[in-house]
């Protein structure tokens, strides 16, 4: 178990280990991502857990959980899906997301696991803020409408994801685990894409530059609820920045908010 302080008083990370557990588990998916979210529900994490993955979850002081994560062995040796990060609204802003993520590279460490993949969402600010920044992963990959049309508040456009890899034992990820590094701007970079008034007005697919910036909205959850049809325009938009610039050899590296959200993207030396 593993125990950190936050402002709202200590938090406990540990692995599920009751029937009680599991069904706290499915209900805090239904709190974070909707009432007409299917949750994956406790039939399915008491085996996936007893067959090798790891659910775990964040407790306050009281027991009652407040943070989510849950990951699977893949096909290939010695790496580790992970499905899904949660913490309730009121417990954001605590640092509990990111810790249940180091939580989860400690066990897989632990267990034999040393790179970890995982889907998301390109176009979530915050999600890019840890999984890229914080964690130190890097993706080369882009899936279109990945699960098909979707309810919650993954509703109003399609279920387009990023693929992220995490080599959990490189000099970058070991690098993160001692401390996020400052957010800075990339001026050095070319903008693939122009906002203007919160709406994508202008792309640009030359590969003249060996980084790109790809700009993002700042809020794509609360963009989707209110305008689904700016909300699939960012979509189309920036799908297909991220499928040129991949295609050619590009990966994203970093991520800032400095000059507004923003990926950026590195060509891979040959």
Not at 39 to 66: R, S, Y
Not at 131 to 143: E, Q
Not at 183 to 194: E, I, K, R
Request: overall charge negative; aromatic content about 10%; glycine content about 10%.
């Amino acid at each position: 178990m593993t125990t950190i302080t936050t402002s709202k008083g200590n938090v406990n990370i540990r692995e599920l280990n009751s029937v009680a557990d599991m069904v706290a588990a499915e209900k805090i998916q239904l709190i974070v991502w909707g009432k007409d979210t299917i949750p994956n529900c406790k039939e399915l994490f008491i085996p996936m857990q007893h067959e090798g993955g790891l659910v775990a979850g964040a407790f306050e002081e009281d027991g009652e959980m407040i943070g989510l994560v849950f990951g699977f062995p893949c096909s290939e040796q010695g790496v580790m899906h992970s499905q899904l990060v949660a913490t309730l609204k009121e417990w954001r802003s605590q640092g509990i997301g990111t810790q249940l993520k180091w939580y989860q590279r400690e066990w897989c460490l632990d267990h034999g696991y040393q790179k970890m993949r995982w889907t998301v969402d390109p176009l979530r600010a915050a999600n890019a803020e840890l999984n890229i920044r914080k964690l130190g992963g890097t993706c080369r990959t882009y899936y279109e409408n990945y699960y098909g049309p979707m309810q919650g508040i993954d509703a109003g456009a399609p279920s387009d994801r990023l693929l992220l890899e995490w080599d959990m034992t490189s000099a970058r990820v070991n690098g993160r685990a001692q401390g996020t590094p400052a957010d800075v701007g990339f001026p050095q970079a070319g903008a693939a894409n122009q906002v203007t008034d919160g709406v994508p007005t202008q792309s640009r697919l030359d590969l003249s530059d060996a980084q790109i910036l790809i700009h993002i909205p700042d809020d794509f959850i609360g963009l989707a609820a209110g305008d689904a049809q700016l909300a699939n325009r960012w979509r189309l938009h920036t799908r297909e920045l991220f499928e040129h610039y991949f295609a050619h050899g590009y990966q994203i590296t970093e991520f800032t908010r400095l000059g507004g959200p923003a990926y950026l993207l590195e060509k891979k030396k040959s």
